[in-house]
């Protein structure tokens, strides 16, 4: 039931079954179906079947369950961990106590049922779209039709008249509680499995393009570069699926050595032989983020280590290099949401 594996950097993990993912050790970055995520510390990740995960660095110790399908979807209210509507399904194990025992437990007769239920409460106790249950019940059933009919070019309207609302304006209950519109998530669907087909396989564009429902490839092609910003082809060469590039391991490893004292992008250009201009936009594609935001990471996570060292945050300020202990107090503040001393008043407490 629990594996413990060292992934190997930049290979691409298939999810076959619905699986928790949780880092025990290492640093870095993740990326599941095409997004890199550096904020995963302190999270259980769930991933259903279908999707991917790459390990950025080459550090990492996971540990996972994997739950056969009859148990997950036995209670539909499972759905919520892994089926995912603009971001990870997660939750943070470092608040839940009931968590944290399931996953210290090792032995093989821990009851799989049991273990999701703790899961599934502790998700509906974070409620990350300030929703009641009936509201997550037709935004869940809204996914799932979205999951099976996403390559028939379904309106809005037959994707609402497809699903039970019980008098819920589905469209609005979407736009209030996800952010996005109907007609954005389920065009998001689509392009990810664009993506897929395109980087995992060797089907020529035309033949994904009338998989995924398209008429014209030459359409497909302009729709799939509007939103990506490259071609197919070009997307394809750029995942580079096959050979592993080290990039990203890289400039990680170069922030983790000096974001303390440099936070300058000519710096870690220097350092990679690449003009300023040239890491930013490398930056860009691989990472799908920015050189600040990977150094403004790497300052948050070493101030939470040594906040749980019990350091002060006047010793703190000057590990990092702010001028003044208020300055690096305003910069936690503005990044996390919480002061340092709430921040390890939590962690105490917990």
Not at 26 to 44: C, E, I, M, S, T
Not at 45 to 64: A, P, R, T, V
Not at 269 to 280: F, H, Q, T, W
Request: no cysteine.
């Amino acid at each position: 039931m629990f594996i413990q594996f060292t992934p190997e950097i930049n290979k691409v993990y298939f999810v076959n079954q619905y699986t928790l993912f949780q880092v025990l050790s290492g640093n870095g970055g993740l990326q599941v179906d095409f997004r890199n995520y550096f904020d995963w510390q302190n999270k259980a990740i769930f991933l259903e079947k279908g999707q991917y995960i790459k390990f950025l660095s080459d550090n990492f110790l996971i540990q996972k369950i994997e739950f056969p399908d009859e148990t997950v979807f036995r209670n539909k209210e499972f759905r919520v961990l892994f089926k995912h509507l603009i971001s990870l399904g997660y939750i943070n194990f470092d608040e839940s106590n009931s968590f944290q025992k399931i996953t210290n437990q090792i032995e093989p007769d821990v009851e799989i049922d049991r273990i999701i239920d703790v899961f599934a409460e502790q998700w509906y106790y974070q409620n990350p779209f300030q929703a009641n249950k009936e509201e997550y019940r037709v935004i869940f059933d809204t996914k799932d039709v979205i999951d099976t009919q996403y390559s028939s070019n379904i309106n809005n309207r037959e994707l609402t008249a497809l699903i039970d609302e019980n008098g819920y304006n589905i469209q609005s209950l979407i736009k209030s509680k996800i952010g996005i519109s109907l007609k954005s998530l389920l065009s998001g669907k689509k392009l990810l499995e664009s993506k897929k087909e395109i980087a995992f396989t060797d089907k020529s564009i035309k033949e994904i393009s009338y998989d995924l429902g398209y008429n014209d490839p030459a359409y497909f092609t302009r729709v799939f570069k509007n939103n990506v910003g490259r071609n197919p082809i070009e997307f394809r060469e750029n995942f580079d699926y096959q050979n592993r590039d080290l990039f990203s391991q890289n400039i990680i490893e170069l922030l983790q050595q000096y974001h303390t004292k440099e936070r300058t992008l000519d710096f870690y250009a220097s350092k990679m032989n690449l003009s300023p201009k040239a890491l930013s936009k490398k930056v860009k594609e691989k990472m799908q983020t920015s050189l600040g935001k990977l150094i403004r990471h790497e300052m948050i996570n070493t101030s939470k280590s040594l906040l749980a060292k019990n350091l002060t945050v006047k010793e703190i300020s000057l590990e990092l290099g702010f001028e003044e202990p208020n300055h690096f107090s305003n910069f936690f503040r503005h990044y996390t949401g919480e002061s340092p001393s709430h921040f390890k008043h939590k962690k105490y407490k917990n």
